[in-house]
């Protein structure tokens, strides 16, 4: 009877600490979860980012404090908490979409474009129009241009042209998502840029753009291969119309093959080759033979040496 009592006044006792709700220490989580997966840290991260999903809206609102962040892992650890909380995250997420640190700007943008959070293009607009930070409005815009929001494009064609070269190297795939002329004759603009990398930025964009601006190309293209001093520009326009199954892309590239500059000529020769092989597969006509007597006559080295490199990658199999 006395243990019966006894264990009575036990249980009694006890209960309130089985009563109190033991929260999740979050911070302890966070550093966790923000770890490197490497070792036998993946299963250690991956709890911890869970446990802090599994805290509901604490964890969400905890992981929402966190979106100043400059750190690469806890970058990290923030996409995957957030991308783990799914569409409940996007609305408590656009309320920072005009946050007061451009960082935490660009992380919204970013995060909400990951979660395909289309209905949020109207407030990123509208914060993208007065945006005073290139990195923030970039991650804007990319959202909605992904979204093909066409209201964007004069706020893309700005950010082409601002000084920062990373936001302009970015943009020209931005603008080739759009079928209209000013993105294209944007692109166009951009094959002269100063930086070498942007410039090469603008080539592959408008070799994936669509075919009404690679047309606009091969217009180019032939307005200044006459021209000595637009070579460079000729050369970096030959591979985007060598994608193209036009009657006058076989004209144009040809001509190219006699131009007087050695390097057009060589990128004749290679575009050429990649036109047989893709756009121009079904056209009657011995590619081979054109550039083996072009490899003949060819009085410079280097252009000599590219145009048989184009015949062999011509032949290989």
């Known amino acids: 009877m006395q243990h019966g009592r006894l264990l009575v006044l036990l249980l009694l006792l006890a209960a309130p600490l089985f009563a109190q709700d033991t929260k999740p220490d979050l911070d302890e989580l966070w550093r966790v979860g923000s770890l490197w ?3 036998d840290n993946p299963p250690k991260v991956r ?13 969400l609102n905890y992981a929402l404090g966190k979106l100043e962040t400059t750190d690469g892992l806890q970058l990290r650890c923030l996409n995957a908490v957030i991308l783990g909380f ?3 995250a996007i609305e408590p997420l656009s309320k920072h979409i005009a946050h007061t640190s451009p960082v935490a ?13 289309r209905d949020t293009a109207a407030k990123l607009l509208v914060q993208a129009k007065v945006e005073t930070a290139d990195g923030a409005r970039l991650a804007q815009v990319k959202a909605l241009a992904t979204w093909h929001h066409r209201e964007c494009v004069p706020l893309l064609i700005d950010l082409s042209r601002v000084e920062n070269q990373r936001v302009r190297n970015a943009a020209p795939a931005l603008l080739a998502k759009f079928d209209e002329s ?3 004759a944007r692109l166009m603009e951009m094959l002269e840029d100063a930086v070498y990398h942007v410039r090469d930025a603008a080539a592959e964009a408008l070799k994936a753009a669509t075919v009404g601006a690679r047309r606009q190309c091969l217009s180019r293209l032939i307005e200044v291969l006459p021209f000595e001093d637009k070579a460079g520009l000729a050369r970096r326009l030959l591979p985007i119309v060598a994608t193209l199954a036009d009657e006058q892309t076989l004209p144009v590239l040809r001509k190219a093959l006699g131009h007087s500059a050695p390097g057009v000529r060589a990128d004749a020769a290679r575009a050429l080759a990649g036109w047989r092989k893709g756009a121009g ?6 590619v081979n033979a054109l550039l083996s007597k072009a490899a003949s006559a060819e009085p410079d080295p280097f252009a000599k040496a590219e145009i048989q490199a184009a015949l062999e990658a011509l032949t290989e199999k």
């Open 105 to 117: 700007r660009r992380t919204v943008a970013d995060l909400l474009l990951s979660l395909d959070a």
């Open 37 to 39: 997966e490497v070792g």
């Open 47 to 59: 709890a911890a980012r869970q446990a802090i999903i599994d805290a509901g809206e604490d964890g």
């Open 281 to 286: 597969a079904l056209e009657l006509v011995d």
């Open 86 to 88: 799914g569409k409940a």
């Open 182 to 184: 000013a993105p294209a």
